[in-house]
C-alpha cells in the first residue's frame, strides 16, 4: 500500500498525516518516489533492505511537498534527510542505518517488532 498525498496540502495537513502515518503503521518508509519508483538511490536502497525483511511495509512519496515533509519528519526525528523508517511509531533511520542494521543481523528483528 502507498500513500501519495497531492501538492495541494497544506504544511499544517502535512504534519498531521506524518504524525498520523508515523501512529497508525507498523512500518512506514517516507522516501522520494514510490515502493516500484524509488526516485533515488537512498530510497531504492532503504526499500530494499526494509523488503527483504519485511513483506507489508507503507511508503509515502515526500516529492510532492519536500520541504514541508522535511520540516514535519524532523519534528519526530532531529533529522532533515529523507528517506526515513518509523518501527511501531520510533525513529530508526534512513538507508545507512537501515543498511547497519542489516549487516549485524538486527534489521529483521528491528522490523518485526
Given at each position: 500500500?502507498?500513500?501519495?498525498?497531492?501538492?495541494?496540502?497544506?504544511?499544517?495537513e502535512?504534519?498531521?498525516?506524518?504524525?498520523?502515518?508515523?501512529?497508525?503503521?507498523e512500518?512506514?518508509?517516507?522516501?522520494?518516489?514510490?515502493?516500484?519508483?524509488?526516485?533515488?538511490?537512498?530510497?531504492?536502497?532503504a526499500?530494499e533492505?526494509?523488503?527483504?525483511h519485511?513483506?507489508?511495509f507503507?511508503t509515502?512519496?515526500?516529492?510532492?511537498?519536500?520541504?514541508?515533509?522535511?520540516?514535519?519528519?524532523?519534528?519526530?526525528?532531529?533529522?532533515?534527510?529523507?528517506?526515513?523508517?518509523?518501527?511501531?511509531?520510533?525513529?530508526v533511520?534512513g538507508?545507512?542505518i537501515?543498511s547497519?542494521?542489516?549487516?549485524?543481523?538486527?534489521?529483521g528483528?528491528t522490523?518485526s517488532?
Amino acid at each position: 500500500m502507498t500513500f501519495q498525498p497531492g501538492s495541494d496540502l497544506s504544511d499544517e495537513e502535512i504534519r498531521e498525516r506524518v504524525d498520523d502515518l508515523i501512529e497508525s503503521n507498523e512500518v512506514v518508509l517516507f522516501m522520494k518516489g514510490n515502493r516500484l519508483m524509488p526516485q533515488c538511490g537512498y530510497s531504492a536502497r532503504a526499500v530494499e533492505l526494509l523488503g527483504k525483511h519485511r513483506e507489508e511495509f507503507e511508503t509515502v512519496d515526500v516529492l510532492p511537498a519536500l520541504d514541508a515533509y522535511r520540516a514535519a519528519l524532523n519534528e519526530h526525528s532531529g533529522w532533515e534527510t529523507i528517506p526515513q523508517a518509523y518501527v511501531e511509531g520510533e525513529f530508526v533511520g534512513g538507508s545507512d542505518i537501515l543498511s547497519e542494521l542489516d549487516e549485524r543481523g538486527e534489521l529483521g528483528e528491528t522490523v518485526s517488532a
